[in-house]
């Protein structure tokens, strides 16, 4: 597969390195991230359809259906946007994390959400920052989370949550005792949450503090 694809993007016989490579033409888009010459991620984007997944949306909730446990969301497109209750409830980290405390962020006393509270946090009329998880299909709108996230290039950056890790792929145990304690000294705002990607594996401290500050600013243009 990854030879398959450095020869449909013409990286055959490079030199191995960091490197994203976007190439554009008529009918699509391919990008590609290649780590020290293997492949990590590749993704086709079609001009015949919209790929608004992972977009971050401020909308409105226009109408509550008890029933579905769900919430129609406006944000901007034909269809509401579909919110279930679940999807409002703040997330636990994947099994594939290793949930780290973090001193000056401890998860205290407030009560824990539940889908019967949703209709009183996020009201008819009220304002709502949401990130698609799936596109429009046919006659649906897309569907919506409160569990934003955003990936950056050590740092999978969590606003809204208070939980932070490190990916279980990293299996050495001193090198993960060195990445808790990087994650621990982070400066990370309270009420936000950060996970290390695998590729954040011996890179020096310096480079999750960039990455941080580079993902808290976007993060401050998206409340914006």
């Known amino acids: 597969m990854i030879d398959k694809v450095k020869r449909i993007l013409g990286l055959s016989g490079r030199k191995a390195g960091n490197k994203l490579v976007i190439s554009v033409e008529k009918l699509e888009r391919r990008v590609a991230l290649l780590e020290d010459g293997r492949l990590e991620e590749y993704n086709v984007e079609r001009n015949t359809s919209r790929n608004i997944v992972g977009s971050v949306y401020k909308g409105r909730v226009k109408n509550i259906e008890i029933g579905l446990k769900a919430m129609f969301v406006d944000i901007g497109f034909e269809k509401n946007a579909f919110l279930h209750f679940w999807d409002a409830i703040p997330a636990a980290l994947d099994s594939g994390i290793e949930e780290i405390d973090r001193p000056e ?37 897309p569907r919506v989370t409160t569990n934003l996230s955003f990936a950056g290039r050590y740092l999978v950056f969590m ?66």
Do not use: C, H
């Not at 959400?113 to 649906?140: F, H, L, M, R």
């Open 105 to 141: 962020n401890r998860r205290s006393s407030k009560k824990r959400v539940t889908a019967k509270d949703i209709p009183n946090i996020y009201p008819v009329g009220s304002e709502v920052i949401v990130q698609v998880t799936k596109g429009p299909i046919g006659t649906k709108g």
């Open 159 to 224: 606003p809204y949550s208070e939980r932070s890790g490190i990916s279980r792929k990293i299996e050495d145990p001193a090198e993960r005792d060195r990445l808790r304690k990087i994650l621990r000294e982070l400066e990370i705002p309270e009420g936000i949450g950060v996970i290390i990607r695998t590729v954040g594996e011996g890179q020096r401290a310096r480079y999750f503090v960039r990455d941080l500050a580079f993902l808290l600013e976007q993060w401050q243009r998206v409340e914006q």
